[in-house]
């Protein structure tokens, strides 16, 4: 069964950092692609960052503004999401999610990030 487990949410005064973890029970964690998204209160979940399974390479959302940075570290088959910079309009629940080359599809619990003005 596929897990993904989230970590590092919290609050944080506007201008501060946190780094979220996403730990997965992937076996083939190297050719799954990975994403952080987000849930804004009352809106849907849009899209944060990602990395390709093939390439590794990262794309970020323009709408994060260079503040965001996702990695991923195939041995320890975890991806994380570091933010600086926190505007109160950051406040969301972030999800990591995977989807195998099936097609699959799987969502962390998410965790919540409130950023204090």
């Known amino acids: 069964q596929v897990q993904l487990v989230e970590s590092g949410g919290g609050s944080v005064q506007a201008g501060g950092s946190l780094k979220?973890?996403?730990?997965?029970?992937?076996?083939?964690?190297?050719?799954?692609?990975?994403?952080?998204a987000r849930q804004l209160p009352g809106e849907e979940r849009e899209f944060v960052a990602s990395v390709n399974e093939d390439s590794g390479n990262i794309y970020t959302s323009n709408s994060m503004d260079g503040r965001f940075t996702m990695s991923r570290d195939t041995a320890k088959r975890t991806v994380d999401l570091q933010m600086n910079n926190l505007k109160p309009d950051d406040t969301a629940v972030y999800y990591c999610y995977a989807k195998n080359r099936a097609g699959n599809i799987y969502w962390g619990q998410g965790t919540q990030v409130t950023v204090s003005s």
């Open 20 to 36: 979220l973890s996403c730990a997965a029970s992937l076996d083939d964690f190297s050719s799954v692609y990975m994403a952080w």
